[in-house]
């Protein structure tokens, strides 16, 4: 599986910036895709994810009513809306997929076998 990541930019606070990932390859085993972002000297954390079946969407505590993942079975594609954007959702942001993602483990990079190369996002006044 392969992931490409697209969307990042420079905006300034408060705005809004649309991430895309679009998958391929054997894809169908993934039964999730989220997204995660590191900021410079931090871990990788957890964003958002969505299930495809019944697209059950998860989020962090830190992006709640900010964000919005939603998914395009037929074009393999998630895409994160990020809206009112803060100084610390600066961070580089990587989509990921994993056969092995399930409910219990989906905010754990670990659980993702496949990342895309990352997009960065900087939010600045």
């Known amino acids: 599986v392969q992931l490409q990541a697209s969307g990042g930019g420079l905006v300034q606070i408060g705005g809004s910036l649309r991430l895309s990932c679009v998958a391929s390859?054997?894809?169908?085993?993934?039964?999730?895709m989220a997204w995660f972002r590191q900021a410079p000297g931090k871990e990788r954390e957890f964003v958002a994810a969505?299930?495809?079946?019944?697209?059950?969407?998860s989020y962090a505590d830190s992006v709640k009513g900010r964000f919005t993942i939603s998914g395009d079975s037929a074009k393999n594609t998630v895409s994160l809306q990020m809206s009112s954007l803060r100084p610390e959702d600066t961070a580089v942001y990587y989509c990921?997929?994993?056969?092995?993602?399930?409910?219990?483990?989906?905010?754990?990079?670990?659980?993702?076998?496949?990342w895309g190369q990352g997009t960065q996002v900087t939010v600045s006044s």
């Open positions: 990921a997929a994993g056969p092995s993602v399930i409910q219990s483990n989906l905010a754990n990079p670990s659980a993702y076998a496949f």
């Open positions: 390859g054997r894809t169908f085993s993934n039964r999730y």
């Open positions: 969505l299930k495809w079946s019944g697209r059950v969407t």
